[in-house]
């Protein structure tokens, strides 16, 4: 079994840009996208500065905004509020009656632009280098979905009594890509999966044990999905229990509200391909 390998099984993260990753998956992924995924990068640091001008709009503003989920509004497992604010684009049941910001919505076209050719080749190394896998994770393109998001944490909003700004949970969909503020520790902590039995996100967040994963300026996270555990099997990969702490009671008013970007795929395999019951 290859550190990837068991990297999938114990925590169903890895990193996919970075300086310091050496990996020949990485490598050759740079070889055929070249310069693409920097330029990427650079436009998200665009796409941040407007995300963070939209959330600073009156709430009254932002509710009439298509794909926009306020303060509280989302639940993790149907009971838990999720204590930050999200833009959402690109969600097949959204109509866009009232877009956002034109200077953010053109930014984000511009993104999605980007990513558009990045996707085939990034799925095709995952599922035939990384994952070693017979198992193509694209080849019913009319199912495929994915959408973007924006995360807007701002710890002035906590209550003292919420250590989190998102509990312990698992994402839907097959692979999920994560791009951070450029802090040294901004509360995301991956769980153990050997440290505990337990299958459930919130019993796992209960009793596994917990690792921050400090931002790197040059790195993307790709979080393993419910979909790809059902698809591959948890004895191939595990998806990922993580949760986003927030600063100390005393801390809060110092600290900047911070933002998330990501990329949520739910690819969809040739019909021929059946989960595994593992």
């Not at 709009?57 to 932002?62: C, N, Q």
């Not at 910001?101 to 990034?122: E, G």
């Not at 393109?141 to 973007?148: H, I, K, V």
């Not at 995301?188 to 337990?198: G, P």
Request: one cysteine or more; hydrophobic letters at 35%; glycine letters at 6%.
């Amino acid at each position: 079994m290859t550190p990837m390998d068991q990297a999938l099984l114990r925590y169903g993260v890895f990193r996919l840009w970075a300086p310091d990753l050496k990996s020949a998956h990485s490598l050759e992924l740079k070889q055929k996208v070249g310069n693409s995924l920097f330029s990427y990068l650079i436009l998200q640091q665009t796409e941040s500065i407007q995300a963070r001008e939209f959330f600073q709009l009156p709430i009254d503003v932002k509710r009439k905004t298509t794909g926009y989920s306020a303060f509280d509004s989302e639940l993790i497992r149907g009971d838990t509020p999720i204590p930050k604010e999200s833009i959402y684009f690109f969600r097949g049941a959204d109509i866009q009656q009232n877009p956002p910001p034109m200077a953010l919505r053109d930014s984000i076209n511009v993104l999605h632009d980007k990513w558009r050719p990045l996707k085939d080749t990034i799925f095709s190394i995952v599922s035939d280098e990384i994952l070693n896998s017979s198992v193509p994770l694209t080849g019913t393109p009319q199912l495929d979905t994915e959408s973007f998001g924006i995360n807007f944490y701002d710890p002035r909003q906590l209550d003292n009594e919420i250590a989190e700004y998102n509990p312990a949970h698992m994402d839907t969909g097959t692979l999920i890509l994560l791009i951070r503020d450029d802090s040294s520790h901004d509360g995301l902590e991956i769980a153990d999966r050997l440290s505990t039995s337990k299958l459930g996100s919130k019993d796992i967040g209960q009793e596994a044990s917990f690792h921050p994963v400090p931002a790197n300026p040059d790195e993307v996270l790709v979080l393993v999905g419910t979909r790809l555990q059902r698809l591959l099997g948890r004895d191939k990969v595990r998806a990922c229990v993580h949760r986003v702490r927030g600063p100390a009671p005393e801390r809060r008013q110092e600290e900047e509200p911070r933002l998330s970007f990501t990329i949520a795929c739910a690819a969809s395999p040739p019909p021929e391909v059946q989960p595994s019951n593992s």
